[in-house]
């Protein structure tokens, strides 16, 4: 028996990969779904004939304005879809008073109410937010890793995998050269149903698949098969990239070292993903390897499980947030806060981002079709000329990029992290990488971790103070010294990181003091090894 569904029409593909839009309706012969038999050979045909070189010159060649209006393009279209192919989506139109038929400008576009966990994924059945309210259409469920909720569950089908892949592709072999170097990915992303491991293997796989001398192994988080495979793999290899969350990519040098491994024998690169850090960090890492250059040892990937990778630094984005990194005054004006975000690059036609309220939404497709959909991450975006406009001088940075076909037209978002990852005290912001630049000072990154998490707390007479949980490093003792050297480090960070903090200080002495607490490393559960660490309790 075969059974139809009336088949889309306009199904937008992107200038950059080809890829179309959203899947075929399905057209079933009994169990098995001709059309997927036939997207799958679409796709396919796309991975094998990509072009690395014709895409370079694409993103060379095509004006930063020329990709926002593709993406603008794209994100109507997917709209437009996803009202008419998503039972879901179409009745939070409904519900929200919104007539599709309207909507067709971006100017339109941007008064569609966004949607988010709350109002739209816990709201409606999951069958019901995938396309045609079918989930057979993705191969794959992963999950989120629950840092700001409860977990969801996210399906995952041909074309986000296709369009993860050919990222890697562009972005491995563009800037880590896995084309002529053969390499051995080590992906110790958490496996299971987090998202980062598996499309991270996929991705690989099909990089392997293509004839690309790049080879996976998968360890996952356990620390010792980690330590046991680099010794023995590496001399087989040009280089190594270890693919990891950066608390546990540093965990992982830190314990090669005491194995008695010398990185600076090995070629290595970082693919990161999860949470961003301080360029003094980077810096760190990078010597500990190979005394190279962060710039071209670093690929940090901006993702979700929600829709995988939404943008990656690139050698642009690493220059610019270094020079950036030394001066407050420039990022306020560019991002209206001293705080030193991720900056990476993206997209417009796989991600379409707009701020909103300070605040980062953005449209893509995948197995669930997000439209306006806000993440609830701090943030905003900004075009070369704003960078340009604010520092001028970094024109010449990006000059010589251009010069080595390492410039690429697209469009920078910037990333505070979570809008609610912050803790209050006194009424002021105190977040994460504040604690973090203090911890990653050279005085202090061999007596920790890097670990900790913080929480306003209230003592017996009501005044509220910061208490900071610390890991401590193998072998290192807990003590009144080392507890006040901490705490020392985290002061002198603040005042000179975040200035509400400096005022506070100024205005109320000791009582804007954090309380340390330091806990040997693998004695507490607010330090556990799977999943993200949580910096805020």
């Known amino acids: ?43 396919n045909q796309i991975l094998a004939s990509f072009s690395v070189v014709k895409a370079r010159r694409q993103l060379s060649e095509t004006s930063e304005e020329e990709w926002q209006q593709r993406g603008e393009t794209r ?23 919104v007539n599709p038929d309207q909507i067709k400008t971006i100017e339109d576009f941007r008064q569609v109410p966004p949607v988010d966990k709350e109002n739209y ?33 996210w399906p995952r089908g041909q074309i986000l995998d296709t369009e993860t892949t050919l990222e890697h592709e562009l972005f491995l072999s563009s800037f ?19 998202v980062a491991g598996s499309i991270t293997l996929n991705s690989v796989l099909n990089l392997g698949r293509k004839g690309y001398p790049i080879t996976v192994v998968t360890p996952g988080i356990d620390m010792e098969d980690i330590i046991r495979v680099i010794p023995e793999l590496s001399p087989h290899f040009d280089q190594i990239i270890i693919a990891g969350y950066p608390p546990f990519v540093k965990d992982i040098l830190d314990e090669g070292i005491r194995a008695g491994i010398n990185w600076q024998d090995i070629s290595i690169k970082f693919i990161l993903a ?17 005394d190279g250059s962060p710039v071209y040892d670093f690929i940090n990937l901006y993702g979700s499980a929600d829709a995988a990778v939404l943008a990656h630094e690139t050698p642009a984005s690493i220059i610019t947030r270094s020079r950036l990194a030394g001066d407050d005054k420039v990022r306020e004006k560019l991002f209206g806060s001293s705080q030193l975000p991720s900056l990476l690059q993206y997209y417009p036609e796989h991600k379409f981002f707009e701020p909103v309220n300070n605040e ?40 010589e990029l251009q010069r080595q076909n390492h410039l690429w037209n697209l469009p920078f978002v910037y990333v505070f992290g979570k809008s609610d990852s912050t803790i209050m005290l006194y009424g002021l912001n105190i977040y994460p990488d504040n604690i973090k630049s203090a911890l990653e000072g050279e005085a202090l990154r061999k007596s920790t971790t890097g670990r900790f ?14 208490l900071i949980n610390v890991e401590l490093a193998p072998d290192t003792e807990p003590g009144q010294a080392l507890t006040r050297d901490i705490s020392d480090a985290i002061v002198s960070t603040l005042k000179k990181m975040n200035r509400e903090y400096q005022k506070l200080f100024n205005s109320i002495g000791n009582k804007a003091l954090p309380t340390v607490r330091l806990h040997k490393m693998g004695e507490h559960e607010l330090f556990a090894r799977r999943g993200k660490q949580k910096w805020v309790r």
């Open 1 to 43: 028996m075969i059974t139809w569904l009336r088949r889309p029409n306009n199904n937008h593909r992107d200038s950059l990969f080809n890829l179309p839009l959203y899947p075929p309706a399905p057209k079933k012969n009994g169990g098995v779904d001709l059309a997927s038999q036939q997207l799958t050979t679409d796709v």
């Open 75 to 97: 994100a109507l279209a997917l709209f437009h879809a996803a009202a008419k192919y998503v039972p879901a989506y179409k009745d939070y139109l409904q519900k929200n008073q």
């Open 121 to 153: 994924l816990r709201v409606y059945p999951l069958k019901q937010l995938c396309w045609y309210g079918d989930l057979s259409f993705s191969q794959i469920i992963s999950f989120s890793s629950g840092s700001s909720g409860q977990p969801l569950f």
């Open 176 to 194: 880590f050269n896995i084309d002529t170097k053969t390499t051995l990915l080590l992906n110790c992303f958490s496996m299971g149903m987090y």
């Open 274 to 290: 999860g949470e961003g850090y301080s360029e003094t960090w980077r810096k760190h890492i990078s010597k500990i390897v190979n």
């Open 360 to 399: 980062l939404i953005f449209s893509a497709t995948g197995g669930i079709p997000l439209v306006r959909y806000n993440i609830h991450d701090k943030g905003g975006i900004l075009s070369k000329k704003d960078i340009i406009g604010i520092v001028p001088e970094l024109d010449e940075y990006h000059a």
């Open 453 to 466: 998490t913080m929480t306003s707390e209230f003592n017996a007479n009501m005044d509220q103070y910061l």
